[in-house]
């Protein structure tokens, strides 16, 4: 039989283990290991100005991303090679990974990831890459640019893109060779527009939004074309509210909207010291919207020796004007 002591030291040793595996990340199985000769970085300014640096055939670059992305679909960097990369077809390789570990920094040189994009330089002198951010960012091909056909994985607010020679012994010219990058964002064509709604009484109850009369999603800011817009929200607890908004692109739009409860409103025009009953019930004001429950009332008005009575049927979400007249019977008298 094992000894107290002996088990106690094989159940911190077994501890230990379970707490060494737990802190190594976990890397997956396609991901593959490289370092890079050097790190240079290009940060991305969401004003739009185009920041430069020079890489290294077997540099890293670092993508900095901006902390507002709102109108930041993706990337554009552009590449001026020097003349013996420009007359050499394929001669560097670039590549995206996603899961990069650890976070890219240029002080560390070595990393991990799995390798997403890639493809090769040369044959050029210069070269026009659009790297797309989101999923449903809208870039068309054309002949001026090479456009990444997936979407990078930032991490930290980072993107590693990785150079390096094709050729397993590279011209020694090459490595000295420095390429030079420029970057900016490639801003969205769409307007952002957040909806505020105001609920009465301070409860929140659900309404759909509708964009042009389509059902648009759960999420109360927009991203819309620009443009004129209807915007319509219906309720079962409120009355239907349509606003009619214009968007520009790239810019930030607001709109406030009161809901209003669906509980019918009555509204009286009287001349002055006429007494209102709904029901029997004398209304002590009518300068403003009385509520009243849907279906039928008896409504009577007093004025002085005058009396009226009239029948309204009501419904929710709807408003009526109720306009009380005395009518006046001027004769001209005979002699």
Known sequence: MKSI???FTEGIIKASA??????????????????????VTVPISASGNASTA?????????????EDMTFIDGVELSFKFPTEIAMTKGAVAWSFYD??????TEKNLDYSGVKTASGTFGNTYSLN??????????????????????VPEAVDGKILMRLQ?????????????QIKVSGKPLFTNKGQITIDANYPDGEKNPYTLLIDGSISGESETLFLSPGIHTLSLVSDYYRNEQRTVTIEPGKRHSLRINLKSIIPELKFTAPDGTRVYIDGNHIPSISGPVQVTQGEHSLRFIFGNYETIKTLTVENGRTYSVSIFLDADITEEGN
């Open 99 to 104: 899961g990069v570990f650890p976070s890219p």
């Open 18 to 39: 379970i707490l060494c595996l737990l802190l190594i990340p976990p890397v997956s199985l396609n991901a593959e290991s490289f370092k890079a000769s050097g790190i």
């Open 5 to 7: 002591k002996l088990i």
């Open 129 to 150: 890459m659009r790297i797309p951010l989101k999923k449903d960012a809208n870039f068309k091909k054309d002949n001026y640019s090479f456009l990444v056909q997936s």
């Open 165 to 177: 020679p094709t050729a397993k012994n590279p011209d020694e010219r090459f490595s000295s060779l």
């Open 54 to 66: 020079k890489a290294g055939i077997n540099d890293c670059i670092i993508i900095q991303l901006p």
